[in-house]
């Protein structure tokens, strides 16, 4: 089974190169294709590494539907089969959600259910685990469900919080984890190795191989994370 993937994002969509290079990287073993990027800004930096790859966008507008900007157009027109949010700030129709349950995963920079929901987006996040004094935050891989940051947890790699960090630091060692995690859990996730559990939406159905394998340098950059943890 492949997917044709249609990832949404409002930001730079760093998220996005990280997955288009890491489907670039296995090739005819990758799980799915991003077929289409679908964003609501139409400076969102997504639009161009679109481009430079020659993936299909389109500048949604998310209040319409059905209309030449919609997010129904996007996944009838590209055959979308799952969608992956990736710095994606606006609500999706509920309507798409229910179709897509199983079918639609988004990544958060903490470790929820703790610093998601409403409002949880951006910077505010790191803010928000620097003030409550947690030493360690993480990402979090999800399916979407109709509360925002709430569907079943697919997946989850810490990230310590140091006590020297803003949140502009503890961002950026975040995302440094997301862009090697979020593109391996999504192949997982579009290949059938993680799936929502049939009958039990808030649990997840995993076969019994690794759902991935890390190359030895990205397994040094995340143990580097715990190294530093134990040194602060
Ligand atoms: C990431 O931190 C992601 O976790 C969050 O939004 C940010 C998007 O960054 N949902 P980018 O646009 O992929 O660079």
């Known amino acids: 089974m ?10 730079g ?5 990280a997955i288009l290079d890491h489907f670039d990287a296995l090739g005819e073993r990758r799980g799915g294709s991003v077929v289409v990027v679908g964003t609501d800004r139409a400076t969102a930096g997504a639009l161009e590494r679109a481009e430079r790859r020659g993936v299909p966008s389109m500048v949604l507008s998310p209040e319409t539907r059905g209309g030449a900007q919609s997010i129904d157009r996007l996944i009838d027109e590209h055959g979308v089969d799952l969608i992956a949010l990736a ?4 609500m999706i129709p509920a309507d798409i959600v229910s179709r897509f349950e199983g079918r639609m995963v988004n990544v958060h920079p903490a470790l929820l259910p703790a610093f998601g929901g409403r409002g949880m987006y951006g910077t505010r996040v790191h803010h928000a685990v620097i003030e409550s004094g947690a030493r360690v935050s993480g990402v979090t891989v999800h399916f979407v469900d109709a509360q925002y940051d709430h569907g079943a947890i697919i997946a989850q790699w810490p990230v310590p919080v140091f ?18 995690f979020y593109p391996r859990v999504l192949d997982a996730v579009a290949c ?13 159905s995993a076969d019994t191989k690794p759902a991935f394998t ?3 340098h990205e397994d040094s950059r995340l143990a580097e994370n715990i190294e530093l943890a134990l040194a602060r």
């Open 2 to 11: 492949t997917s044709r993937i249609a990832v949404l994002a409002s930001g």
């Open 13 to 17: 969509g760093s998220n996005l190169q």
């Open 87 to 90: 710095g994606y700030v606006k």
């Open 163 to 180: 006590a020297s960090d803003d949140a502009g630091t503890l961002a950026a060692r975040v995302l440094r984890v997301e862009h090697i």
């Open 192 to 204: 059938g190795r993680l799936s929502l559990a049939p009958h039990a939406p808030s649990t997840i």
């Open 214 to 216: 890390l190359l030895p």
